[in-house]
């Protein structure tokens, strides 16, 4: 399953509408927890999105690369913060949010979610998650993957707001 | 020297993010890493000892393929490698 709060969540698709006709890309850090959930092996919950730059300037409507450089930085800043790399996106312009064979034969992040938008005309339509399974590059696999969408302020967020319990 | 894993690859360091091994160059500081963890191997090299295509490897900032000496540039314990597959895609075939 893939976890994210609502606002990370629509800032993943605001960002394949900024950039549409191009595709966009970004990265999940969060955390891999177990699961308390029957039939559901592992959650990659995420706790933030960082944007990365599409390099594919020669084909940027129909290809993503981030490039290595960028993600040796955006781990580092996870590694900072606490978390960890544990997905990615992207969006498909006016395509639907299914997995090419591009994106898998591309994809390399075992235990990761790829989470693919599609965008019609400029607007965000569906989202959906992937996970890729597998032990390797020779058994490796995409799962379709749940997403469960937090819509609730996180904890602390609404003590803030709110910093004498009260209404 | 410290190497950053990435978290795929964390499942055959004992979930280590980051593991010290000693070495006086960057292929010496691989053959001893997959010495220590063996069943890293196969997912950074091909059969014939390559490194994959996919798996991009950092010498601090540095893509060790664009160093002068490569595989076998020197490195201090000071220095850092991270190993970072690629990212890439898109919904063309």
Not at chain 1, 126 to 153: H, M, V, Y
Not at chain 2, 30 to 41: G, H, M, N, S
């Amino acid at each position: 399953m893939l976890r994210i709060h609502y606002t990370e969540y629509e800032a993943l698709r605001a960002h394949g509408e900024g950039t549409y006709p191009n595709e966009c890309c970004g990265v999940l850090l969060g955390k891999n927890l177990a699961s308390e959930i029957k039939g559901v092996s592992s959650v990659n919950h995420v706790q933030l999105i960082v944007r990365a730059g599409n390099t594919r300037t020669d084909s940027a409507h129909n290809r993503y690369n981030i490039a290595p450089q960028e993600l040796v930085k955006i781990q580092r800043q996870a590694r900072g913060l606490g978390l960890d790399i544990v997905g990615f996106y992207h969006s498909h312009p006016d395509h639907p949010a299914q997995w090419s064979a591009t994106d898998f034969a591309e994809a390399h992040w075992l235990g990761c979610s790829y989470v693919i938008t599609s965008v019609e005309k400029g607007k965000a339509a569906l989202t959906n998650s992937f996970l890729l399974s597998g032990a390797g590059e020779e058994d490796k696999r995409f799962e379709d993957q749940p997403i469960q969408i937090d819509i609730a302020a996180p904890l602390a967020e609404a003590a803030a707001h709110n910093p004498k319990g009260q209404e | 020297m410290n190497i950053n894993i990435p978290t795929p690859l964390r499942s055959y360091t004992g979930g280590r993010e980051t593991v010290s091994i000693p070495g006086a160059t960057v292929s010496a500081v691989f053959r001893e890493l997959t010495v220590k963890y063996p069943e890293l191997k196969q997912h950074l090299f091909t059969p014939e000892g390559k490194l994959r295509s996919f798996v991009n490897v950092y010498l601090n900032d540095d893509d060790i393929r664009y160093l002068e000496s490569k595989e076998e540039t020197a490195v201090k314990d000071s220095d850092e490698l991270t190993i970072i597959p690629s990212i890439a895609g898109g919904s063309h075939l």
